[in-house]
């Protein structure tokens, strides 16, 4: 197999693989960039089908954060984990703490906190080996569970969005589709529903779909059917690349502005989507607001009015990245890629500067 040639491998400064017999273990903790900052970003626990899709997920996971961090504007550099989930039982404790070691090793180039897959209990257990994890709900004065302040950024990212296509200030009467009744999904439709939205949703767990059919008079569908179900906004929020050559063919939104990273299977399906004329909302800029506070626990500056006050921003920031590719008639994923991008380059410099004047 390749690893530096590797579609995914783009510049990325480290990639870690760990194994400990003894737990089971089998994890890739990939650095982006450290640039900007200690590289950050969340460890994901799946049942991976092959190794090859394990390491692509955390190259391409990482390299969302490094984009995600440096558009929000936060001193942290991109890193993401990934834990390959043991076939048959295993003791969880045990396998994460053997995890714990391996980021203490890395000596702060990488934080840690939730994902699909790991929970707020998990970082305590992964507490126990090391400090570098954040989202650590029972320590006080942190912020706990990120999922509330990501599902508040897509929030106002909707909302935004809803303002540039749709030239409409409120989502009353407005419908939106949502994949994913998670820990944001859950959050999302809650805000939607009181702002006066309908819902359509879909989970692969029933009982999801059925607590939201009760609490917000949602309609349910099938997990083939969201992605073409007519909406005005679509709002994915379960796992990566639903966005491809053929599922934007049969989209039947407006909007598409959701959680989940990764959303774009290439890097041409921005383009596909703009050609459609659909506004789409790239996602590592909509779903920042859980590291945004993540990064707040992290600096110990945890005060949730201000955090709020920044998740909320995330608005304004979309609204500039739309202005700016119609303005170039660009797809509003490549406006994120470049300012990205050239955040992380200059601060590159900057650090190459001060180490050469030292
Ligand atoms: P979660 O694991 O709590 O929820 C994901 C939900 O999607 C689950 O209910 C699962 O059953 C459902 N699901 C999985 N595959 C599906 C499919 N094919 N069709 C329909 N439903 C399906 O995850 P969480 O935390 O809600 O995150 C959702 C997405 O947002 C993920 O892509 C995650 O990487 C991303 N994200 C989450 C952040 C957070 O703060 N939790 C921060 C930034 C991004």
């Given at each position: 197999m390749t690893v530096f040639s590797?579609?995914?491998?783009?510049?990325?400064?480290?990639?870690?693989?760990?194994?400990?017999?003894?737990?089971?273990?089998?994890?890739?903790?990939?650095?982006?960039?450290?640039?900007l900052g200690p590289a950050a970003g969340g460890c994901r626990m799946w049942r991976y089908a092959s190794d090859e899709e394990a390491i692509r997920d955390a190259l391409r996971l990482s390299k969302g954060m490094s984009h995600k961090n440096a558009m929000a504007d936060l001193p942290l550099g991109g890193g993401k984990s990934v834990i390959i989930a043991p076939e048959g039982s295993y003791d969880r404790q045990a396998l994460l703490r053997a995890f714990g070691r391996a980021i203490h090793s890395l000596g702060g180039r990488y934080i840690t906190a939730e994902d699909v897959g790991t929970s707020v209990a998990d970082m305590l257990v992964i507490r126990q080996e090391t400090p570098h994890v954040s989202g650590l709900s029972t320590e006080?004065?942190?912020?706990?569970?990120?999922?509330?302040?990501?599902?508040?950024?897509?929030?106002?990212?909707?909302?935004?969005?809803?303002?540039?296509?749709?030239?409409?200030?409120?989502?009353?009467?407005?419908?939106?589709?949502?994949q994913g009744l998670g820990n944001v999904g859950r959050h999302l439709c809650a805000m939607l529903h009181k702002d006066g939205a309908k819902l359509i949703v879909t989970d692969i767990a029933q009982d999801r779909v059925q607590?939201?059919?009760?609490?917000?008079?949602?309609?349910?569908?099938?997990?083939?059917?969201?992605?073409?179900?007519?909406?005005?906004?679509?709002?994915?929020?379960?796992?990566?690349?639903?966005?491809?050559?053929?599922?934007?063919?049969?989209?039947?939104?407006?909007?598409?502005?959701?959680?989940?990273?990764?959303?774009?299977?290439?890097?041409?399906?921005?383009e596909r989507i703009r050609q459609r004329g659909i506004l789409y909302a790239p996602d590592y800029v909509i779903n920042a607001g859980g590291i945004i506070a993540?990064?707040?626990?992290?600096?110990?500056?945890?005060?949730?009015?201000v955090v709020i006050a920044k998740v909320e921003a995330i608005g304004?920031?979309?609204?500039?990245?739309?202005?700016?590719?119609?303005?170039?008639g660009l797809s509003t994923a490549t406006v994120a890629d470049r300012l990205a991008e050239e955040k992380i380059a200059a601060a590159r410099k900057k650090n190459a500067?001060?180490?050469?004047?030292?």
């Open positions: 590797a579609a995914d491998f783009s510049n990325h400064e480290q990639v870690v693989f760990v194994q400990d017999a003894e737990t089971g273990l089998k994890a890739i903790i990939a650095l982006h960039s450290t640039a006080p004065g942190k912020g706990g569970d990120p999922s509330p302040y990501t599902a508040l950024g897509v929030y106002s990212g909707i909302k935004a969005s809803v303002r540039h296509k749709l030239g409409k200030d409120s989502l009353e009467g407005l419908t939106v589709a949502v607590a939201a059919v009760e609490a917000w008079g949602a309609k349910a569908v099938g997990l083939g059917e969201i992605l073409s179900v007519e909406a005005d906004v679509l709002a994915p929020c379960a796992l990566g690349a639903v966005l491809t050559a053929e599922t934007i063919a049969k989209l039947n939104v407006s909007i598409v502005a959701g959680a989940a990273n990764n959303q774009l299977a290439t890097a041409e399906d921005g993540v990064s707040h626990e992290i600096l110990n500056q945890f005060e949730e009015p304004a920031r979309l609204a500039g990245i739309f202005a700016q590719a119609d303005k170039e500067a001060t180490t050469k004047a030292a």
